[in-house]
């Protein structure tokens, strides 16, 4: 590429921007009492909060690859009335506000939701529970997923699988053996970028599940109540979500942002 | 098109690129969808557009060698030879014939293009296909490997008992490894038969040119065949639609008038000139385009550049005549 001089103008707006970012973590960074760290996070609260986030967003993760690789599989392969639209109401919570989606998972798994009133006659209630946790992170995160996968599916060299028919294997066979391990890369990528998703999910959570420390208070519930009573606790516990995010990001950077 | 094969023959699809190969050794093997036509193996009907019958691909006891070969990049080379047999053991074996078994748990990319193109037959006939297909098989290699490869090719072909059919657009390919040609051209049979009778009498502009001869197609009269306009002068024909073709070599090129006993003679203008080794092609615009043969030293000679007023002449009987 051109070395190129970078116009006084732009150059002073395009720091500006970037210290927008680095500023806020610098502060998160500087100001953590590193010397209550230990005893911040070993109170059984964030442990709590630790442990129910781990679980919940593992959970919704496992949930959005055994329905999101088949739903990414029929977008990209299966061309049927409504695509379009179905394909657009899936992706819809990657720009829903989450508490409005939190509000549309009451209204339909709620006591008195559409599903919700059927389950509670099973006596399954979901609202307020562990399991609501991972149904509202699966909810928001699951789409990232799906997209991440589908563009794997569209961009894979499909001869492959014409290969593959032609030794016999059956399309689950060839879906399983063949399709699968060629998309891996694409499959952790979408599972990792929706695990970072549901592990920083806030507003579905607490919208729909609530925030009872050990059952559905997750790290970022707890960080938010935190910076009342304890925040210097806020601070450590924002510091590890944000040394996650850095992890997540530095284990995708080739693939999000290319080589440099 | 409508052809049959049979077992014990090689054939050949040969045609130019976008001709219709590829879409046809796929249809073949189920893998696009017939819009009109049938696909019968041993008397059962795989497909027919007709009735709507399709017998998958996964059932249709088909090998199938890809032109980039697409040995699956995750499976090591006895993976790759397994996967249609679901044997390991007899997967061995195969690659102890091909000559691969010490690359048995190599990854498919550590392999020479040669080696690649063995694993995928390897993979193919394994399970015991009834036919073998083959897309453009030594398309991927390199020049310098091709040889040793199409030696190879030749002999694993003919060691396999099943129907063997292969597309390429290698003439050289084509009438080495196979029995017998078809050519196809848009989608259609131009002209089938061996190596010998489809080079000797050519039915289309696309076989005169790989074998480098000047086609003419016109309507025989009493020793003469009219094209367009134009006649020209053909020991032997007859009447009917004629093909005739005239050897480069067989045409003679003169700066003035010729003298004495060729029958045609007429005057064109040089088109493109190619040199070929010690040998020299002048293309001749005219009412019947003519491809003329002449040394360097005549091309010299006569002074011709692109643009040239020259004379052309060819006896009758350097044409040969025959039905279209």
């Not at chain 1, 829903?96 to 008195?112: C, D, E, K």
């Not at chain 1, 925040?231 to 995708?252: A, C, E, K, T």
């Not at chain 2, 093997?29 to 049938?38: Q, T, W």
Request: a positive charge; proline letters at 5%; charged letters at 20%.
């Amino acid at each position: 590429m051109r070395r190129e001089k970078a116009p006084v103008w732009i150059g002073l707006l395009a720091a500006l921007g970037a210290a927008f970012f680095i500023i806020p973590l610098v502060g998160l960074v500087v100001r953590t009492p590193w010397g209550d760290a230990a005893r911040s996070l070993t109170s059984a609260d964030t442990l709590d909060a630790l442990r129910l986030s781990l679980i919940a967003s593992l959970s919704a993760t496992a949930v959005a690859l055994v329905l999101g690789v088949p739903l990414a599989w029929i977008y990209a392969r299966i061309d049927f009335p409504g695509r379009a639209v179905v394909r657009a109401l899936t992706t819809l919570p990657m720009v829903l506000p989450p508490v409005v989606g939190g509000i549309a998972l009451l209204l339909a798994f709620g006591r008195r939701g559409l599903l919700g009133s059927w389950l509670a006659m099973v006596g399954v209630s979901l609202p307020f529970t562990t399991a609501g946790v991972v149904l509202a992170e699966t909810f928001v995160a699951m789409p990232f997923l799906v997209l991440t996968v589908e563009a794997g599916l569209r961009s894979m060299d499909r001869r492959y699988e014409d290969a593959a028919r032609t030794l016999g294997a059956s399309r689950w066979t060839v879906f399983t053996r063949v399709t699968l391990p060629l998309i891996a890369p694409s499959v952790l990528a979408g599972a990792v970028l929706c695990w970072a998703r549901a592990l920083g999910e806030f507003g579905a959570t607490i919208t729909f599940a609530g925030n009872f420390p050990g059952v559905t208070q997750t790290m970022p519930l707890a960080v938010y109540l935190l910076l009342e009573t304890d925040p210097q606790g806020s601070f450590v516990l924002s510091l590890i979500l944000l040394m996650v995010s850095l992890l997540v990001l530095v284990g995708l950077r080739h693939r999000w942002l290319g080589s440099a | 098109m409508q052809f049959t094969l049979e077992e014990g023959e090689v054939v050949a699809l040969l045609g130019p690129n976008g001709a219709g190969k590829t879409t046809l050794l796929r249809a073949i093997a189920g893998l696009l969808p017939l819009a009109s036509g049938r696909v019968v193996l041993d008397g059962r009907v795989l497909e027919d557009a007709a009735t709507g019958a399709y017998v998958p691909t996964e059932e249709r006891s088909i090998g199938f060698v890809f032109q980039d070969y697409l040995l699956f990049p995750h499976m090591s080379v006895v993976e790759n030879v397994a996967f249609g047999v679901r044997s390991r053991a007899v997967a061995v074996e195969w690659l102890e014939r091909m000559g691969l078994a010490r690359y048995a748990s190599a990854r498919p990319a550590a392999l020479s293009g040669g080696e690649r193109q063995r694993a995928a037959l390897a993979r193919a006939l394994a399970p015991g296909p009834r036919v073998l297909l083959l897309d453009e098989p030594l398309a991927a290699l390199d020049a310098s490997t091709r040889a040793g490869v199409r030696r190879d090719l030749k002999a694993h072909l003919s060691a396999f008992r099943g129907v063997r059919l292969l597309v390429t657009h290698d003439p050289l390919e084509a009438v080495t490894l196979a029995d017998r040609l078809i050519v196809m051209e848009e989608g259609k049979q131009v002209q089938s038969g061996t190596a010998v009778e489809v080079t000797e009498r050519p039915r289309s502009r696309y076989v005169a040119d790989l074998v480098g001869v000047n086609l003419l197609r016109g309507r025989a009269d009493h020793g003469a065949v009219r094209v367009g306009s134009a006649s020209v002068a053909a020991a032997g024909a007859d009447s009917g639609e004629v093909f005739a073709v005239v050897h480069p070599r067989a045409v003679a090129l003169h700066r003035a008038r010729p003298e004495g006993s060729p029958r045609n003679v007429w005057q064109g203008r040089a088109g493109g000139i190619e040199l070929m080794g010690d040998r020299a092609r002048v293309r001749i615009e005219g009412e019947v385009p003519m491809v003329a043969e002449v040394t360097p030293a005549a091309l010299a000679e006569l002074g011709l550049v692109e643009g040239s007023a020259v004379w052309v002449s060819f006896k009758a009987t350097d044409v040969a005549v025959y039905p279209a």
